[in-house]
């Protein structure tokens, strides 16, 4: 996997994603057979008020820890379900052309359970008019680049930085080191920022 897509992956399960990278979409080409057409960096669904808790035994979750809530960067309120088409680019955050193709769009939202193929292609044509669009079963599909740097004007669709997502993972470890501390990350980004920090060695990050 590659290094900036593993660290927006990481970022995103701690904002309590589920996630899939790299994803092929296969195409049928005109001249007959089929072709990869494009790889999707990241995509990511979170259901609405997910939390990372670490649960008390017994039945009472009354003393469940709540290990924080969800980066304003992403711009949810968390009581809706949302589903993140991502590009991840170490250099300017920006979408390919696949990422605004409406074939390869409809292939995604269709796969993911989020519409059906009647619905799609209308619910396409909205997301790469504004970035961002509602489903009649009630969740929003949102356009997202990740980059090490972002443009001055709106491109029509968020952008969030890689440092900033950077600043985010080693904040949340530091913070709930404590409790953290005891689990082996299989996750390749989480996992070599706690190493990082259980062999002593100081992350130093900018915030933004």
């Known amino acids: 996997m590659d290094n900036a897509v593993a660290i927006v992956q990481a970022y995103l399960r701690l904002n309590g994603y589920f996630t899939v990278t790299e994803f092929p979409i296969i195409e049928a080409m005109r001249q007959g057979g089929h072709r990869v057409a ?5 995509l ?3 259901f609405p008020r997910a939390a990372r808790v670490v649960p008390t035994p017994g039945r009472s979750g009354e003393h469940d820890r709540d290990l924080g809530g969800l980066d304003p960067a992403l711009g949810l309120n968390g009581d809706e379900a949302d589903m993140i088409v991502g590009e991840v680019k170490e250099g300017r955050a920006e979408l390919n052309r696949g990422a605004r193709d409406p074939a390869i769009l409809r ?3 269709t796969r993911f359970g989020c519409c059906d193929a009647d619905e799609a292609t209308d619910l396409v044509e909205g997301l790469i008019r504004h970035g961002a669009v509602d489903t009649r ?3 929003r599909v949102r356009l997202v680049a990740f980059g090490s740097s972002v443009g001055d004007a709106s491109p029509g669709y968020q952008t969030v930085r ?5 600043a985010h993972i080693v904040t949340h470890l530091r913070q709930h080191w404590d409790a953290l501390h005891h689990a082996e990350f299989k996750d390749p980004a989480l996992g070599f920022f706690a190493t990082c920090m259980k062999t002593g ?3 130093v ?3 933004e």
């Open 38 to 42: 494009t790889d999707l960096d990241v």
């Open 137 to 139: 079963h009630g969740h």
């Open 107 to 109: 292939a995604v939202l």
């Open 162 to 166: 890689l440092g900033h997502a950077v």
């Open 44 to 46: 990511a669904f979170r």
């Open 201 to 203: 060695a100081d992350v």
């Open 205 to 207: 990050v900018r915030h």
